[in-house]
Structure formats: C-alpha cells, structure tokens
C-alpha cells in the first residue's frame, strides 16, 4: 500500500446456513464455519477490486441490483455468480 492510494476491496457473498463458535483458550476468536461460509470465501477469493462477487442464491435474494454473470467460482458449484460494481 502507498500512503495516498485509495483503498480497493474485493468482497464475496454468499446467502446460506453456517454455524458459529468461539475458538481458543487463550486468545478466543470468534469463527463462522459451514459451506456458505467457503462459498462467500471463493467468491472473494475469485473477485475483481471494486466489486462485490456474490453467487446465484444471493443475486436473487437482491434483484433490483445490476448484477452481470460471470462465470462459476468454484469447480464444487456450477451454479452462475454475478458481480456487482460498486
């Protein structure tokens, strides 16, 4: 990072059960866990900077946004995922 440089993201969202817990006994984390949460970790993974990459579930809980398919983010779904500008 350079001082002055604006910041760029990349997010992945994903809609779908996880559980959650908290990890350690000396420096407790809090984790999510569940495939919805390695789903939403791929779609960041697979993300352009400055865009939300979200799969299919999540595009349709959301369709008044612009969202433009790409194609799948992980071999495991074939389902379309779509991205967002932001």
């Avoid at 495939?35 to 579930?57: F, K, N, W």
């Avoid at 595009?59 to 992980?74: C, M, N």
Wanted: aromatic content about 4%.
């Amino acid at each position: 990072p350079v001082v002055g440089t604006p910041a760029t993201l990349r997010v992945g969202m994903h809609s779908g059960g996880c559980i959650s817990g908290i990890v350690g006994t000396r420096s407790l984390k809090f984790c999510l866990f569940g495939d919805s949460v390695e789903t939403a970790a791929a779609m960041e993974r697979a993300g352009v900077p400055g865009c939300v990459h979200a799969s299919q579930d999540l595009a349709r809980l959301l369709p008044e946004e612009s969202w433009e398919e790409r194609e799948a983010a992980r071999d495991k779904a074939s389902k379309a995922t779509y991205l967002l500008s932001v």
